[in-house]
Nanobody, 127 residues
Framework: QVQLAESGGGSVQAGGSLRLSCKAS????????IGWFRQNPDNEREGVAS????????FYADSLEGRVTISQAAADNVVYLQMNSLKFEDTAMYYC????????????????????WGQGTQVTVSS
């Protein structure tokens, strides 16, 4: 059983930056794909970025590419999401998730492909 814990959310003004962290309870060998998703009450859960242990390949949602960077500190079982140039519409609850899926599926950023989820961390961007 993989337990995930997000941190790093908060309130920031538009144009600011945040770095979110996702700490896994176990080594991520058996769940090589880690994804970040976000959701606000009016929308479905949306994929933001994912990283696959195989070659540490990264994938980004088109709407966010260039403003976010996902990275993994394997030794610490931690995955980061650096978010820059934040916009009001980035306001949401951000979740990390883990899955035992190949990199091609990992790149699709579909929430239904992920088995393990954290509780989320809130990001609020004020305009």
């Amino acid at each position: 059983q993989v337990q995930l814990a997000e941190s790093g959310g908060g309130s920031v003004q538009a144009g600011g930056s945040l770095r979110l962290s996702c700490k896994a309870s176990v080594y991520l060998y058996n769940t090589p794909c880690i994804g970040w998703f976000r959701q606000n009450p009016d929308n479905e859960r949306e994929g933001v970025a994912s990283i696959h242990r195989s070659g540490l390949r990264t994938f980004y949602a088109d709407s966010l590419e260039g403003r976010v960077t996902i990275s993994q500190a394997a030794a610490d079982n931690v995955v980061y999401l650096q978010m820059n140039s934040l916009k009001f519409e980035d306001t949401a609850m951000y979740y990390c998730a883990a899955a035992q899926i190949p990199f091609a599926t990992c790149a699709n950023l579909q929430a239904t492909d992920f088995d393990y989820w954290g509780q989320g961390t809130q990001v609020t961007v004020s305009s």
